[in-house]
């Protein structure tokens, strides 16, 4: 079983930064990937950033490009996002998300077969 267990979140001033973590307490897959997504309240989920766990290999939602970095420790089978210049349009609920069998990172929620609880990120202005 994938257990992801998220942290990070918080309440942040606009331009100031957040990292984000996701750790896989559960079984992990040389083919993993990783993403994490937000939500704001009555918008549809939004992709944000997607990791390979094997390269490393990155790809971003256009709304965070420049801004979001996404990594991954693969001692400790965790995930992270670096969150810099934030503003308040980047307010949402964020969640993490992995699959087991896919190799490269995707921007489509559906690719995604686990995920974690959502942390509150709250930029204010």
């Known amino acids: 079983q994938v257990q992801l267990v998220e942290s990070g979140g918080g309440l942040v001033q606009a331009g100031g930064s957040l990292r984000l973590s996701c750790a896989n307490a559960?079984?992990?897959?040389?083919?993993?990937?990783m993403g994490w997504f937000r939500q704001a309240p009555g918008k549809e989920r939004e992709f944000v950033a997607g990791?390979?766990?094997?390269?490393?290999?990155?790809i971003y939602g256009d709304s965070v490009k420049g801004r979001f970095t996404i990594s991954r420790d693969t001692a400790k089978n965790t995930a992270y996002m670096q969150m810099d210049s934030l503003r308040p349009e980047d307010t949402a609920v964020y969640y993490c998300?992995?699959?087991?069998?896919?190799?490269?990172?995707?921007?489509?929620?559906?690719?995604?077969?686990?995920w974690g609880q959502g942390t509150q990120v709250t930029v204010s202005s």
């Open positions: 559960g079984r992990t897959f040389g083919n993993y990937i």
């Open positions: 998300a992995a699959d087991p069998v896919r190799r490269l990172p995707a921007p489509e929620a559906s690719a995604y077969a686990y």
């Open positions: 990791i390979s766990w094997i390269a490393a290999t990155t």
